[in-house]
Every structure is written in structure tokens, then in C-alpha cells.
């Protein structure tokens, strides 16, 4: 869900930067802009994050985090919290104690360096370096891979009685000569979204975002304004539609918009280069089924999904 999709500035239809991907119990929030507590309530409601991932220290992208630490403590949250970022979070956490106090959850700051990941149940979250004036990261977040399909009929062709030998042979085993690679296909990739922060463009970000369900790039600017993206360490709309067509993904989302485009227009230079491109407004979400259940969906605010096929 897109809490925040503005620029260094905010306007009244898009808040600083926040995007929270909600897989299983899993609650990720990357960049917390000020105002994104409010956003989040505004929304799905203020759930309870398992982590919180900051892509660099410009202030538009972690100011939120005191008072949302604050409201957390508040409400006698108990589950210890996580807090991710390039060097120098530690600092900034340290100096910001004084504004939101002793906790009565425990709070973790880990500092990252560039391909260092994180890892929660089966999803691998990993840092990698991106073009912007400051040290920053944007963050790959990758599903272990899936088992294959298991073929019951072809087993059961083969001689292996329903029941508990059908579960042997998924976990591996052979079972009345009928080995696994028989009846079980190819391993199924797992889901992979790629966050870019703040960036100019970026060939590591293209490399670690090939072929990604979503890629979440930055376009704080259009082509009118290149040679200021480029002097502010940013991108243009047709800048990240390239790295998303050059990376293969499979849908590009657009994020960071200046306060000075609505944003249709963004979304209509990037798609000259990307056509499946999407520019979300704040609470919009993009749904990403498993590989084989259909492509990535935009879902407007207020609107139904749209169904697959």
C-alpha cells in the first residue's frame, strides 16, 4: 500500500514517502515520511509493523518515525520492533530518543551495508547501493522459491497409494521406487519487489531488479526537467521506465512526484518507453499474486479489484 507518494515536498493529495507491503502476518514499512501514522490510519490502520526499512537519512523519508514510535508506546505495544537503514540510522535514532522517550516495546536499530539482507520466514530483504547525493539504498525483497507442482494422478499411476506416501515423496523420499524429481515438477519462483528510494539512474538497481514482479522507482521529474534530476540525484519518469524495461519487470510503479506535476503526465511519458506502467496516488496498492496465478494488479483507492483473465 502507497501511504506516501510524494516528493521532498507534500501537497494535499500525496503525503512523504511510506510504502508498507503487507505479505502473511508480515507488516514491512519502507521510508516513514512525517504525517505516514496518520496515513496508515487513514488506511488500513496503524497495524502492527513487524519492520521498518529507511533508504537514506534525508529527513522527508524517516521524520515520521518519532512520533509513530511514540503512538506505538502509547497504545503498550510489547512486540519488539526492528529498524533498518544505511549507516548512520543508529545516529539519528539516538538524537531522536529525546523526542519520543523510553519505549516499553524493545527497539532494534541495525545498520546495513550495501548487499547485506535480512531475512523473515521465507522472504530475503537486501540492500543494495543506488545513485543519490547521499549513501542510500533501495531494498529487493525476494521469496524463497516454491515446490514444484506434485502430479497425484502420476503417482498414483505409478503405484504409490494415496495418503502418507504421497507426503513422503513431497518432502523428498522415494517411495516404491518412484522418486520425487518424477512426480514433482520444477521448483516455482517466489515473488520479488524491488523499492529504488531515491535515486538517479541506477544499472545496480536495473541488475538486482531484473526480473521483478514490481519495481517501485522514484520519478521525481520529467523530462523537461533532466538536467535537474540529474544535479538532485534523481530520476526522470522515462529515466526509471528504462532501468524497468532494461530489468524486465513486470509492472513499474512510479513514486516521488514533485509537487509540481498531477501526475498523469508522468505516467504517459514513462509508458512511451514502459507500457506497463502505473503512477498510484496515496492508498493505492498493487496486488502480486504467485507467478502462476496471474500478473500484478493496480488497485485505486475506493475501487474493486479488477478480476484476473
Not at 122 to 151: C, K, M, Q, S, W
Not at 152 to 161: D, I, P
Not at 198 to 215: M, N, R, Y
Request: with cysteine.
Amino acid at each position: 500500500m502507497f501511504a506516501g507518494t510524494a516528493g521532498s515536498v507534500p501537497s494535499a493529495r500525496r503525503g512523504l514517502p511510506a510504502l508498507l507491503v503487507r505479505r502473511g502476518a508480515e507488516r514491512i514499512l519502507i521510508d516513514c515520511g512525517e504525517g505516514t501514522q496518520r496515513q496508515l490510519l487513514r488506511s488500513v490502520g496503524l497495524s502492527d509493523l513487524t519492520d521498518i526499512f529507511i533508504t537514506h537519512l534525508h529527513v522527508d523519508h524517516w521524520l515520521g518515525l518519532p512520533g509513530l514510535l511514540q503512538t506505538f508506546n502509547l497504545r503498550d505495544r510489547d512486540r519488539p520492533l526492528a529498524i533498518h537503514g544505511p549507516p548512520g540510522i543508529a545516529e539519528v535514532m539516538r538524537s531522536m530518543k529525546r523526542v519520543y522517550g523510553k519505549l516499553c516495546f524493545e527497539l532494534d536499530v541495525v545498520e546495513l551495508e550495501a548487499g547485506e539482507s535480512v531475512r523473515r520466514d521465507t522472504l530475503e530483504i537486501g540492500a543494495v547501493n543506488v545513485r543519490h547525493r547521499v549513501l542510500a539504498f533501495g531494498y529487493v525483497l525476494v521469496e524463497d522459491p516454491r515446490p514444484g507442482r506434485f502430479d497425484a494422478e502420476l503417482a498414483a499411476s505409478l503405484g504409490v497409494a494415496p495418503g502418507p506416501d504421497f507426503g513422503r515423496l513431497q518432502r523428498g523420499e522415494t517411495v516404491a521406487g518412484v522418486r520425487p524429481e518424477q512426480v514433482i515438477g520444477v521448483e516455482r519462483d517466489g515473488r520479488k519487489v524491488v523499492v529504488s528510494g531515491d535515486t538517479a539512474p541506477c544499472e545496480t538497481l536495473a541488475i538486482a531488479a531484473h526480473g521483478a514482479d514490481l519495481l517501485v522507482h522514484e520519478a521525481t521529474f520529467g523530462e523537461d526537467e533532466r538536467d535537474r534530476a540529474r544535479l538532485t540525484g534523481h530520476s526522470t519518469a522515462a529515466q526509471a521506465a528504462q532501468i524497468a524495461a532494461d530489468a524486465e519487470v513486470k509492472m513499474l510503479a512510479l513514486t516521488h512526484i514533485s509537487a509540481r506535476y498531477g501526475g498523469s503526465e508522468l505516467r504517459e511519458e514513462a509508458r512511451e518507453v514502459f507500457a506497463a506502467t502505473e503512477l498510484p496516488r496515496d492508498f493505492d496498492t498493487v496486488d502480486i499474486p504467485l507467478a502462476d496465478r496471474g500478473a500484478p494488479t493496480m488497485i485505486r483507492v475506493g475501487e474493486p479489484p479488477k478480476p484476473q483473465g
